[in-house]
C-alpha cells in the first residue's frame, strides 16, 4: 500500500468551499506523476474531510445517494498527493497516486479516453 499523505486543511479553507444547491462541489483527480487527468466526481463536507483524514479519495455518489471510498471494490483506489481549490473556491484538484488499472468505472485509466470529432 503507498504511503498515506494527509493534508491539514485549515477550518477557515474548509469553510470557504462553495457547494453548490445539492450541497456538492466537483472534484478533478489528477494524476501526481504524469498530470493525466483521471476522473471528475463530487464531495459533500463530509467525503471533503474523509479525503483528508484518510488521505484516500472519498466521493459522494450522486447516483446511489452515499459515500464513496474509490477503490473499495474495485481495488483502484486513489492516495491523495495534493490538494487545491480553484480562485472562486467552487471546484477541487487533487493530484493522486493511482492504484489498480486506473480510475474510470470502464476499465480505462482515465474518464477522458474519448475525444470530439
Known sequence: MPETTIIEATSEQLAGVKYNSDGLV?????????????MLAWMNAESLKMTFDEGRMVYWSRSRQELW???DTSGDRQFV??????????????????EGAGACHTGNRSCFFSSFG
Open 26 to 38: 466537483t472534484a478533478i483527480a489528477q494524476d501526481v506523476e504524469n498530470g493525466e487527468i483521471l
Open 69 to 71: 471510498r474509490k477503490g
Open 81 to 98: 498527493r495534493e490538494a487545491y481549490y480553484d480562485c472562486d473556491k467552487d471546484a477541487l484538484l487533487f493530484k493522486v497516486e493511482q
